[in-house]
């Protein structure tokens, strides 16, 4: 006998939203349980480049690209060894009045304030102008040329400016025989990285050059080999560090590492070292954004790849470079950071996204890692659950996992990394950034941290490029 058909009613609904949450609103008002699906159409709604998208998906030659430019960064073994003047690694920075700058070109005329302010920092630490006036003037007469840290193996922190003096460490992979370089971390708070100005920022830059680069090379050198930036970074993951917002864990071991080696070279500044280096808890950003850096340009250039190999910020504009198109940039309109402000200091005085330290998002770190790191969302009232749901959604847009670089939140994991244009274009999801927050004007610095995303307009104008 067959038993009577059950009234489809009878018990509370349960329904499926696709997409738009809003339709949810009104079976859940009438007591059903809705389980959201978080859809979006391919290529924003585009017709034309979703369809395009279609057809670049799943073919042979673009798959073999990308796991050739995957397998060259992951191979790349980033050992710290050296540390020099600017200007005598990079020669065009000690040949002409040069200025390096985070981000994809900005002119003087179009630069944010934060960046503005680092500029006359710069030139008032070279020598260039006697007074800030001085320096504004200078930079605005066409005097100073800018380039982007990218365009010379080279990426810096917030407003990125390098200038001939300031020590860059060096950071190679011996078996590709690549080098990247960047600046060394001043510390929190008042720096020239977020635009701030005044005796305390430039006294502890000229000591940065005359005292901690030469003390940190010699230390470097007496070691028995280079420090193998990956094994450090590998061990802070497992410590809560997602190494771009939070190195704590990662500047201690490599305080460590090189502590005896600089307590031995005091007459250089060693000691000095120790001091400042015990309170600089974001120390390692640096290091983790040159290692990540030269592993990128290890996956840089290979035809068809639709990798991304640089996302970075000039607090104007954000840009992607691909390592299948070349040195070309894919830009967009920066975007608010999401945060937690210092007192007195809200959304309001909140510069744009700025910086090349998104480096390490493309690498497999900061917003990719952040289910190793909980305590980053804090910044933003999240939860170790919100952590672990990032990690698990960047890891829907990227082309693979580290060997390495293991999350403790997923289960051991490895950490997503390799960033795919297409997957970006056809799932919508915009990659999350973990990043520092500077005051809109120029001369007052760091007001916060939090979390902010990579625009899709930079992936879709980069598909838009790809031949077929």
Request: proline fraction near 7%.
């Given at each position: 006998?067959?038993?009577?058909?059950?009234?489809?009613?009878?018990?509370?609904?349960?329904?499926?939203?696709?997409?738009?949450?809003?339709?949810?609103?009104?079976p859940?008002?009438?007591?059903?349980?809705?389980?959201?699906?978080?859809?979006?159409?391919?290529?924003?709604?585009?017709?034309?480049?979703?369809?395009?998208?279609?057809?670049?998906?799943?073919?042979?030659?673009?798959?073999?690209?990308?796991?050739?430019?995957?397998?060259?960064?992951?191979?790349?073994?980033?050992?710290?060894?050296?540390?020099?003047?600017?200007?005598?690694?990079?020669?065009?920075?000690?040949?002409?009045?040069?200025?390096?700058?985070?981000?994809?070109?900005?002119?003087?005329?179009?630069?944010?304030?934060?960046?503005?302010a680092?500029?006359?920092?710069?030139?008032?630490?070279?020598?260039?102008?006697?007074?800030?006036?001085?320096?504004?003037?200078?930079?605005?007469?066409?005097?100073?040329?800018f380039?982007?840290?990218?365009?010379?193996?080279?990426?810096?922190?917030?407003?990125?400016?390098?200038?001939a003096?300031?020590?860059?460490?060096?950071?190679?992979?011996?078996?590709?025989?690549?080098?990247?370089?960047?600046?060394?971390?001043?510390?929190?708070?008042?720096?020239?990285?977020?635009?701030a100005?005044?005796?305390?920022?430039?006294?502890?830059?000229?000591?940065?050059?005359?005292?901690?680069?030469?003390?940190?090379?010699?230390?470097?050198?007496?070691?028995?080999?280079?420090?193998?930036?990956?094994?450090v970074?590998?061990?802070?993951?497992?410590?809560?560090?997602?190494?771009?917002?939070?190195?704590?864990?990662?500047?201690?071991?490599?305080?460590?590492?090189?502590?005896?080696?600089?307590?031995?070279?005091?007459?250089?500044?060693?000691?000095?070292?120790?001091?400042?280096?015990?309170?600089?808890?974001?120390?390692?950003?640096?290091?983790?954004?040159?290692?990540?850096?030269?592993?990128?340009?290890?996956?840089?250039?290979?035809?068809?790849?639709?990798?991304?190999?640089?996302?970075?910020?000039?607090?104007?504009?954000?840009?992607?470079?691909v390592?299948?198109?070349?040195?070309?940039w894919?830009?967009?309109?920066?975007?608010?950071?999401?945060?937690?402000?210092?007192?007195?200091?809200?959304?309001?005085?909140?510069?744009?996204?700025?910086?090349d330290?998104?480096?390490?998002?493309?690498?497999?770190?900061?917003?990719?890692?952040?289910?190793?790191?909980?305590?980053?969302?804090?910044?933003?009232?999240?939860?170790?659950?919100?952590?672990?749901?990032?990690?698990?959604?960047?890891?829907?847009?990227?082309?693979?996992?580290?060997?390495?670089?293991?999350?403790?939140?997923?289960?051991?994991?490895?950490?997503?990394?390799?960033?795919?244009?297409?997957?970006?274009?056809?799932?919508?999801?915009?990659?999350?950034?973990?990043?520092?927050?500077?005051?809109?004007?120029?001369?007052?610095?760091?007001?916060?941290a939090?979390?902010?995303?990579?625009?899709?307009?930079?992936?879709?104008?980069?598909?838009?490029?790809?031949?077929?």
């Amino acid at each position: 006998m067959t038993p009577p058909a059950r009234p489809l009613l009878a018990a509370p609904p349960h329904v499926v939203n696709i997409g738009v949450e809003e339709f949810a609103a009104a079976p859940r008002a009438a007591g059903a349980t809705v389980t959201r699906i978080d859809w979006r159409p391919p290529a924003a709604g585009d017709t034309r480049l979703a369809a395009k998208l279609a057809r670049l998906t799943a073919r042979p030659d673009i798959e073999a690209a990308n796991a050739t430019a995957l397998r060259r960064v992951l191979d790349v073994q980033p050992l710290w060894t050296d540390v020099r003047p600017a200007g005598e690694l990079i020669p065009e920075l000690a040949g002409e009045r040069l200025l390096l700058h985070a981000g994809p070109p900005v002119a003087w005329e179009r630069m944010c304030g934060p960046m503005r302010a680092a500029v006359v920092g710069a030139a008032l630490l070279e020598g260039w102008a006697a007074t800030e006036d001085e320096a504004l003037r200078l930079a605005g007469s066409g005097a100073v040329r800018f380039a982007p840290c990218h365009h010379h193996d080279a990426v810096g922190p917030m407003a990125g400016i390098v200038s001939a003096s300031m020590p860059l460490m060096v950071v190679e992979d011996r078996a590709s025989g690549l080098r990247a370089y960047s600046n060394l971390n001043e510390g929190q708070g008042r720096c020239l990285r977020y635009g701030a100005l005044g005796d305390d920022v430039m006294r502890r830059l000229r000591w940065m050059g005359e005292r901690l680069g030469p003390a940190l090379r010699a230390a470097l050198r007496s070691l028995p080999e280079p420090v193998n930036l990956r094994t450090v970074t590998a061990q802070a993951l497992q410590m809560g560090d997602e190494c771009h917002s939070r190195n704590t864990a990662a500047s201690a071991l490599l305080t460590r590492e090189l502590g005896p080696a600089l307590a031995r070279h005091a007459d250089l500044g060693g000691i000095e070292a120790l001091d400042f280096l015990r309170d600089n808890n974001y120390w390692f950003l640096n290091f983790s954004m040159a290692a990540s850096k030269l592993a990128l340009m290890a996956g840089h250039g290979v035809e068809h790849s639709t990798l991304v190999t640089a996302f970075a910020r000039n607090g104007v504009d954000v840009g992607i470079r691909v390592s299948g198109l070349g040195d070309a940039w894919f830009t967009a309109p920066a975007a608010p950071v999401d945060g937690l402000y210092f007192a007195g200091y809200g959304p309001d005085d909140a510069n744009p996204d700025i910086g090349d330290s998104a480096i390490t998002e493309t690498h497999g770190l900061g917003g990719f890692a952040l289910a190793a790191a909980p305590a980053i969302v804090g910044f933003v009232g999240g939860t170790p659950e919100r952590a672990r749901r990032i990690s698990a959604d960047m890891a829907t847009i990227t082309l693979g996992r580290h060997r390495d670089y293991r999350l403790s939140g997923l289960d051991f994991a490895g950490s997503p990394v390799g960033i795919d244009v297409r997957k970006v274009v056809d799932t919508g999801l915009e990659p999350v950034i973990t990043t520092g927050i500077a005051h809109r004007e120029p001369g007052i610095g760091q007001i916060g941290a939090g979390l902010t995303h990579a625009p899709l307009s930079c992936f879709t104008g980069a598909l838009d490029a790809f031949e077929e």
